[in-house]
C-alpha cells in the first residue's frame, strides 16, 4: 500500500501508528487540480496548505470530548492534475476515489477547484448507490458550460446532478438566469444565503430533500469571508462558523455521511488562518462522522 500514501506530508502530522493505510478508516486525497479558475487563482495550492497547517490542530475535541484521529487518517498521494483536461482530471479522482472506498476508507477530498467534486462522486457512485449530495456555496455551479468548459467548476453540480442524484444546496447567493431556469425545472432544493440568515438553517428541508445516504462537498465560499477570506471568488455575506458547524453536525447525527470533500481554498501568503480553519473544519467532521 505505500504507493498509495503521501510520504512527505500527512493529515494532522499523525505518528504511523495512526495514519497508517491499512488501519485507518479515513482517507484524505489532495485534489490540486486547478484548470478553470475565472477569477482569482491559488486552488492548486489548497490541500497542502490545509495539511500543513493541519499540523497545529489539536487532536483533542472538547466538543466531543475525543481525538478523533484514533480512528485513523491516512493521507494519499496527491492525484496527479498536471497537463490533463477536466474531464481526463475527473476520471482519474473517480479512480482513486473508488479505490479508497473498495478499501473501506471514508473518503476526504481536498481541492483544488471544485470541478473535482464531479470526480468524487463519480468515484463514490462505482461503490455506493443510492444517495444524494449536500453543497454548502456561494455559487450554485449548474451552469450547462462555462467558457465553453462544461467541466469547469462553474458546472460541477450540473454533473453531478446528470449522475441522477438529488441535490440540497445552502449558502447560494449567486447565480445566472439559466441557473434559476434548471433548478426550477428539476425541482432543486435550493436554500439561499439572504433566507437562511433572515429564517433560520433549513435543517429539515434538507433532511427531506435527501435520502439516508449523503455525500457532502463544501465549496469554502460558501462560508462568510470573515471566516475564509482566501477563495477565488469570494462572496459578500456568507455562512458563520458555529452555526455551520452546528447544522452539519445535525445533518451527521440524522444522515449516512459517505463521504466529503472541501474545495477552493486558494491560501494567501502570510494569511494562515484560513487554511487552518478549513484544516479544523474538515477534523471536526471527521469526529462527527465517527465518534458523535
Known amino acids: 500500500m505505500s504507493s498509495l500514501i503521501n510520504i512527505n506530508n500527512n493529515f494532522l502530522d499523525l505518528p504511523p501508528e495512526l495514519s497508517t493505510y491499512g488501519s485507518s478508516r479515513v482517507a484524505v486525497l489532495p485534489i490540486p487540480f486547478e484548470k478553470s479558475v475565472s477569477y482569482g487563482g491559488g486552488a492548486s495550492k489548497g490541500p497542502d496548505a490545509i495539511i500543513q497547517a493541519s499540523g497545529q490542530v489539536e487532536w483533542y475535541d472538547e466538543e466531543i470530548n475525543a481525538e478523533a484521529c484514533q480512528v485513523g487518517i491516512a493521507t494519499a498521494a496527491p492525484v496527479v492534475c498536471k497537463n490533463i483536461t477536466g474531464e481526463e482530471a475527473v476520471k482519474e479522482i473517480a479512480k482513486r476515489t473508488s479505490k479508497l472506498i473498495s478499501d473501506g476508507k471514508f473518503p476526504v477530498g481536498l481541492g483544488g477547484e471544485h470541478t473535482v467534486t464531479a470526480g468524487c462522486v463519480m468515484g463514490m457512485l462505482k461503490e455506493c448507490k443510492d444517495f444524494g449530495v449536500l453543497q454548502l456555496d456561494a455559487h450554485a455551479d449548474l451552469r450547462d458550460s462555462y467558457q465553453g468548459d462544461r467541466y469547469s467548476h462553474a458546472s460541477v453540480m450540473r454533473r453531478v446532478r446528470e449522475f441522477g ?9 449567486s447565480l445566472c438566469q439559466e441557473e434559476v431556469e434548471y433548478i426550477k425545472r428539476e425541482k432543486i432544493a435550493v436554500f439561499y444565503d439572504r433566507v437562511v440568515n433572515k429564517d433560520g438553517w433549513p435543517l429539515e428541508g434538507v433532511i427531506n430533500a435527501l435520502p439516508k445516504r449523503v455525500y457532502i462537498t463544501i465549496d469554502v465560499d460558501g462560508f462568510s469571508p470573515s471566516v475564509v477570506p482566501a477563495t477565488g471568488t469570494p462572496e459578500p455575506g456568507g455562512l458563520p462558523w458555529y452555526e455551520t ?13 459517505i463521504g466529503l470533500d472541501v474545495v477552493e481554498l486558494a491560501p494567501i501568503e502570510g494569511l494562515h488562518f484560513a487554511d487552518f480553519s478549513m484544516a479544523k473544519l474538515i477534523y471536526k467532521l471527521i469526529g462527527y462522522r465517527f465518534i458523535s
Open 165 to 173: 442524484l438529488p441535490i440540497a444546496a445552502v449558502g447560494i447567493r
Open 245 to 257: 458547524l452546528s447544522f452539519l453536525k445535525q445533518i451527521f447525527a440524522q444522515k449516512d455521511v
